[in-house]
């Protein structure tokens, strides 16, 4: 039976591609183990490689923002990356380094069991949603996925980047936030 400790163990020691060799921190997940909603993310930056947490940098600030407007923050939710170790200079993380690590991604879904995920941008939304997935043209529809309501809305850093695309992110919110109160058992 898996638990959180062996599947940080395994992970931590894990060599399968090139990004393990050149992490300063393995940046497995944070936020609450046993939430109904997850948020996955491509891969960790800079400032998530030095402190080893998910989403801290200045797009973690905006994520952040972000989860308040809908009445959530880390300790409600569970946030993790496809992979879990930072592409250099932050590019896209390649097929084969979302391959050698989608195990610790599907390990940590089958340990939390959201309800509902939301893929933070395009390379979360292909390897979760579909491989052709849009983010432009798809974002903010909901998919039905083993059992689970899927959505992807803008990576945080994209809309730093643009910020024309914040009020298509902001519906995206407040879609998540009407599923959250449609389909978890909590109050968020």
Partial sequence: MDTWDKLKH?????????LGDTRQHLVFGDGNPEAEVMFIGEGPGEQEDIQGVPFVGP???????MMEMIDLDRKKVYIANIVKCRP???????????DACRE????????????IIVCLGRISAQ???KQDFRITKEHGEWFNIDGRRVMATYHPSALLRDVSKRPEAFMDLRAIRKEIRSVCDRTY
């Fill in 59 to 65: 797009a973690g600030q905006l994520f952040d923002k």
């Fill in 88 to 98: 250099p200079r932050n590019r896209d993380p390649l097929n084969v380094e979302q």
């Fill in 10 to 18: 395994d992970c931590a020691g894990c060599r399968r591609c090139s």
């Fill in 104 to 115: 610790w991604l599907s390990r940590q879904v089958q340990l939390i069991n959201p309800k």
């Fill in 127 to 129: 390897a979760i949603i």
